[in-house]
Nanobody
Framework: QLQLVESGGGLVQPGGSLRLTCTASGFTLENYAIGWFRQAPGKEREGISCISSSGAAVYEDSVKGRFTISRDNAKNMVYLQMNSLKPEDTGVYHC???????????WGQGTQVTVSS
């Protein structure tokens, strides 16, 4: 069964850190670019970061320098390390297959991140 499952969300204070994990099953992760999207309350869903099959990464401007995407193909996992979190980072984070110009054909169920004091 094709599946992406996110984990690692939670409640964190401003300035804190979280690491999100996207675990893939049913397909060979190394063949695909994988992305992270964020759905903030009352806002459009936006792409946050994308990592190519070769490991090249791109970031949305608001998270550059604070978030780092990485992948471990042997474990079928993609990570999003989020540092210096801000209240505006609050939202549901989804991983997707693929990302970039190609249309998304697989979404995870999402994990909630709440940044609040």
């Amino acid at each position: 069964q094709l599946q992406l499952v996110e984990s690692g969300g939670g409640l964190v204070q401003p300035g804190g850190s979280l690491r999100l994990t996207c675990t893939a099953s049913g397909f060979t992760l190394e063949n695909y670019a994988i992305g992270w999207f964020r759905q903030a309350p009352g806002k459009e869903r936006e792409g946050i970061s994308c990592i190519s099959s070769s490991g090249a990464a791109v970031y949305e401007d608001s998270v550059k320098g604070r978030f780092t995407i990485s992948r471990d193909n042997a474990k079928n996992m993609v990570y999003l390390q989020m540092n210096s979190l801000k209240p505006e980072d609050t939202g549901v984070y989804h991983c997707t297959r693929p990302c970039g110009a190609a249309p998304v054909d697989l979404w995870g169920q999402g994990t909630q991140v709440t940044v609040s004091s």
